[in-house]
């Protein structure tokens, strides 16, 4: 069975330092990852998504995540965090046709000034 | 193009009553998906569905909760005899037809507190 784990369920950064937040997987077969950003009260928006290739994927809002299959890992960073980024994040992994997906718990996202 | 729309956004019921959560897929999409997100957590799949087809319904309570999909129309959540434990959000989702490598679209979500 896919799982998904988020370790950090808060996370607090300041304004301008980098971020990474942390996802793993346990999956039989080649993963399809996706991280998902959440404001409060609103839907889903896909940032990015892998499902074979350069390990390293570029996403939107100047997101990027790097696939390590060793590390069953799919890290979600950005070098300069905004206020604006301050929103709820969920890794998901996908079924070997992309579209049935197993959710993190989420990590929180909090930006100081 | 119009994304998922999901209706009500808001919805309020006291326990025992019934609620009905509707969702119309992206144009062209023909695959539905329900999750559900209680409090505090991330979103658990309930069902998925195509036009007059449940494909797998693995993550319903085997009680009070059912999917529809019809050929016409948008794809409804019935949830019958509310309880307190049914306040979550539930979000509808939408691929189209390929069978490989979709990406599935959120909708908004229902808010639904059971009183």
């Known amino acids: 069975a896919q799982s998904v784990t988020q370790p950090d369920i808060h996370i607090t950064v300041s304004e301008g330092a980098s971020l990474e937040l942390r996802c793993n997987y346990s999956y039989g077969a080649t993963p399809y990852l996706f991280w998902y950003v959440q404001s409060p009260g609103q839907g889903l928006q896909l940032l990015l998504k892998y499902f074979s290739g350069d390990t390293l994927v570029q996403g939107i809002k100047g997101f990027e995540a790097e696939f390590k299959r060793s590390q069953s890992s799919f890290n979600l960073r950005k070098p300069s965090v905004h206020w604006s980024d301050a929103a709820e994040y969920f890794c998901a992994v996908g079924n070997n046709a992309g579209n049935m997906l197993t959710f993190g718990g989420g990590t929180r996202l909090m930006v100081k000034p | 193009n119009a994304g998922v729309m999901q209706n009500p956004r808001h919805l309020v019921r006291r326990r025992g009553q019934e609620a009905r959560l509707r969702c119309s897929p992206m144009k062209g999409h023909s695959h539905v998906y329900w999750y559900r997100q209680l409090p505090e957590e991330g979103l658990k799949f309930m069902v998925y569905?195509?036009?007059?087809?449940?494909?797998?319904e693995s993550g319903m309570p085997k009680e009070r909760f059912s999917a529809e999909f019809p050929k016409e129309g948008p794809s409804i959540l019935r949830i019958q005899q509310v309880v307190r434990g049914d306040s979550a959000a539930y979000f509808c989702?939408?691929?189209?037809?390929?069978?490989?490598?979709?990406?599935?679209?959120f909708g908004e979500g229902s808010w639904l507190t059971v009183v």
């Open positions: 569905l195509q036009k007059e087809n449940i494909i797998d």
């Open positions: 989702a939408s691929s189209p037809p390929e069978s490989r490598r979709n990406t599935i679209y």
